[in-house]
């Protein structure tokens, strides 16, 4: 017997892993109905569960998905999506172009309640259709044959590929979702089209996916079994990592970075996020109002010591509003702390020794935002000005901030590789998003104009043209990118770093 | 004593109600709200969806929409898991609390009665002093301490045990350890006074003289007096262990019930957090009716005012 224990605890140990991937995610998905989610810990799993018309490459780059290829008419406004003729959903059927008109229209359709609608928005009358002013079938998707689909926008939109590879552009199965209801997204109910289907789901426990035989690169796929466990305290995340409970964990402690690197480095993978951090003014709020506030305030910061002395985890730099990885776009220059002239500017506001500049500087309950903004408050000091910090939860900060319920705030912005995604959030007529209600008419008009343009080259001068209006304001002071912090097992092969941080299971490999 | 068990069963349903209408409005008062995210909801999407949880509707109607479900067995949708309605979320949680909870009440209680029994049997020796001071030290440090420092010993170092999950046996001995802890301590605190209290008691110094042996004194003469105070200690305990697991279960993240409680409120999921509050007030008004009535068993001149007071 004694012999034989160990005996098994190899055997268990050999094969138990062999065939399948232990995924510590960030937290408990709250669904995995594509148009109900909401989350990027789920956008992970739903990546993995379904195909959308553009997918991402192990790399992050736009490949195709379930189109094979597509067209874009003249004028910007006409999508043309040939799909994949072997396409299968994972009970067999075929993924027709009719599936995706079906999912297109759930989404939209109010009832659906989708809180992301809104990503589908560039599509002929989906936001109408969205508020509830128009039919369901106004909606600007077409399928001319079973494996064409043709998709009519509202205006020019030349990052629609990009758009495409969110979940709320995944088709669902509408054969399941007649015969199950509501009920369709239970294992063994749900019927995908991506490289997995859902096989188990424990709240709480795990998620459990398992190869679909019908998938058409399965021979490529293989991994047979992948299980994402939620775990949302990182260090216990870590900690089950180091127990060898699992074998990727999506997240760890800043602090533990420095010791990991000494000790583990050949599964440490820390880079940074599509992302840009900021810090936002309500520009409704006396003295924020006056830019020269605002400017002195930017003036005093050391973007620099914030990423190199405070968070030291590589987070890049961002001068402009724009994330400093998004591609083909000319980025803002450097821009170098000049306490002299800060002084000066909050004088010449009215602020001196005797009546210094007091103001309450809002952020997200956490070590390491905590950190980052005592930094900010020590560097506004030495201009002179007074910082109370206040913390909240994030789901309390972004309400209030949705509420212009504060002074000065930290806010961010992650997704796309597109300025647009970026720039949008100081656009008048953008809601609540924007956050310090800054109201530029330069800057809405260079935008509107970018976005009826189809050339892609004028567009970005355009958008340039307002990131410089907005930066030459004030309205926001961009930080840094925030980093990517994962733990990968060295004997999976095939995680190759991405400013997006997706990694579809179905290009990961065991040695 | 039916008519003493009845009162308290009504007692009971008054104090679930108002638990119920006092989560209800709190949480309802909390600021945020369960759709608020990183993202932002453009007017019409969040009124789409306010109006599918009914959250358009006065906050009375709403309250009094919740107290009809409740009564139905309904505790709703969760506003967060859309996959799942709250009754199956507690029904998968539930379990793991109670084990856990139901796990560390009969060890502490074990290895307390047992410590605090050998203290007082060994009074004003080394032995009792150092496990006196031992029991001390317990209560100081709480599951939140104890637990990352088992993981980091247990786990991560040694490899005995897993670091997280609930996959087997295995997995539910550590979280037991961190979460006996505190009250291994408190029961050796309270049998070793019992048992000083009991042994000087005249009954016990009769049976002394009387010759009796030391295992048959202690057992059938020290230990069912010493043993009152935990009792009534028992049922609280029970209550706490069952009911104030949630951190253990973060620590070693066990898809308890606990968790949905600490998520839902950090969500602000309504009705996830009204039906944790729901379980866990059931939970502690039944184990206190149950202590009351073993108490009364137990106990002569408790049965008698049991008798008296529901006449």
Redesign the interface.
Known sequence: MRVFLPLFALWYCVNGLADIIRIGNTG?P????PH?Y??RLEETILNDLYLGLTTMDAAGNIVPGAALSWEVSSDGLTWTFDLRPNARWSDGEPVTASDFVYSYRRLVN?????????FMYPIKNA?AI???TAALNSLGVSAPTTHRLRIQLEKPFPFFAERLLYPTAYPVPPHAIATHGDDW??PGNMVTNGAFVLAD?????FVELVKNQYFHDASNVTLPKVRY?????A??AL??Y????LDVILDFPPGELRWLRQHMADHVRVSPLLSVMYLVFNVTEPPFDDPRVRKALALAIDRRILTEKVLKSGELVSYGLVPSMVANYPHATTQLPDIALARDLLTAAGFTQNNPLKLTLRYISGDENKRVQIAIASMWRSVGVQTSLHH?????H???L?QANFQVAQA?WFGENNPEHYLELLMSDI???NYGRYVSPKYDRLIRQAKRTADLETRITLLKGAEIEGLRDFAVIPLYSVMIRSLVDPRILGWRTNPRNVHGVRYLHRK | MARFIFRRLVLAVVTLWLVISAAFFLIRAAPGGPFDGERRLPPAIEKNLLASYHLDEPLLAQYWRYLRMVTRGDLGPSFKQKDFTVNELIAAGLPISLGIGIAAFLFALLVGTSIGTFAALQHNTFQDRFLSGLATLGLAFPPLIVGPVLVLVFAVGLAWFPAGGHASVKHYVLPTIALSLPYIAAFARLSRVGCLEALDLPHVTTARSKGLSRRRLVFHHVLPSAFVPVLSYSGPAAAALLAGSMVVEEVFSLPGLGRYFVQGAINRDYTLVMGTVLVYAVLVLALNLLVDFLYGQLDPRVRSEMVASSD
Do not use: C
């Open positions: 408990e709250a669904t995995l109905d109900r909401n989350l109010p009832e659906t309640a989708s809180s992301l609608a809104f936001e969205n508020s509830g997204v239970k789901w424990r709240p709480q426990g466990i939620p775990i949302q305290n260090t216990t900690n089950r180091r127990a060898g409970e909240t939860e994030l789901s309390v972004f309400a209030d949705r961010g809601g609540d998003v």
